[in-house]
């Protein structure tokens, strides 16, 4: 494999060698301009390319055809008939995490599980693939670690092959005995525009949400057919996707200093200190207070 990288900004990428061709790269345009990043990968390689904020676009045949990356999507490339260099135009303040692993290490992760990931089976092994994913809220809170961290350098490595290993495996997981290649629900698009309504509604009144029956009432939908199709389009219930949510905001409000750990309780929700810290322990293992002395 050609590892040359070539782009115009020498800031724009940090690429992290996992083990064995396996690498994780973090591309990071804060400038006003659009930025191009290449680099060669072969036709050995599975490629997973994360919006984390802004917008991207993955180019092929010397920009003959171009592919849009959308801010909390993820576009999964594999094609064994031929090599797929990167081409990727990142827009102004837009951040991207790209994951690059060879096939070979891929079937090793996976060989018990190929049943269900459908590129891995035996009569596709030689046809190529392309996926169009939303980022899961479990996924956003491993990719905003991986752009975000504060880590003494000889633990690093650790840090991103354990990152990259629990983002691979939050990409794979579903629901038991759902069948996502056939949800019958992602095919009534009013019904999808509909769930992300209901998305955004809790999202931007996460300190005081509605109820589930307000919420379905408001976008017109069932509560059943609410439930069921969040969980199909995110991967999550309602309220585990907003305590997700919550606790993502919780934790770069904190890494801000803007904040004081009452005044960020209260921004996502809590009326009470006590509850914040414990929801806050809850989902990362540590309390508010000892998170941000371990920033310093």
């Excluded at 800031?11 to 290449?38: A, C, M, P, W």
């Excluded at 260099?85 to 990142?90: H, K, R, S």
């Excluded at 995490?97 to 996976?110: A, D, E, G, Q, T």
């Excluded at 840090?159 to 009534?188: H, M, T, W």
Aim: some cysteine; overall charge negative; proline content about 4%.
């Amino acid at each position: 494999m050609d590892h040359s990288i070539k782009n115009n900004a020498e800031s724009l990428v940090k690429e992290t060698h996992i083990e064995d061709g396996f690498y994780v790269l973090r591309l990071q345009n804060e400038t006003t301009d659009n930025k191009q990043f290449i680099r060669e990968v072969s036709r050995d390689f599975i490629q997973f390319h994360f919006c984390v904020k802004g917008a991207a676009q993955l180019a092929f045949n010397d920009g003959g055809y171009q592919l849009p990356l959308h801010e909390e999507h993820s576009i999964l490339l594999y094609n064994p008939q031929r090599d797929l260099p990167m081409d990727l135009t990142i827009e102004k303040d837009s951040w991207v995490v790209s994951v690059l692993i060879p096939i070979k290490k891929f079937h090793s992760l996976f060989s018990t599980e190929a049943n269900y990931i459908t590129f891995l089976t035996a009569e596709n092994k030689d046809r190529k693939y392309y996926k169009d994913e939303i980022i899961s809220p479990s996924m956003a809170v491993v990719l905003n670690q991986l752009m975000n961290y504060n880590l003494h350098p000889s633990i690093q490595a650790l840090y991103f092959k354990g990152k990259a290993y629990e983002l691979l495996s939050l990409y794979f997981n579903r629901p038991a005995n759902a069948d996502i290649e056939q949800c019958p629900f992602l095919v009534d698009e009013d019904n999808v525009a509909k769930i992300k309504k209901a998305k955004q509604i809790i999202i931007a009144r996460m300190a005081e949400p509605p109820t589930l029956q307000e919420l379905a009432d408001e976008i017109q939908l069932s509560l059943n057919k609410l439930k069921e199709g969040f969980k199909q389009i995110y991967g999550d219930s309602v309220f585990s996707f907003l305590f997700d949510y919550k606790m993502e905001v919780a934790r770069q409000l904190l890494e801000s200093g803007s904040h004081n750990v009452n005044e960020v309780g209260l921004k996502v929700g809590y009326s009470t200190a006590s509850h914040f810290i414990s929801a806050f322990k809850k989902k990362y293992g540590t309390t508010p207070k000892k998170y941000v002395m371990a920033l310093s």
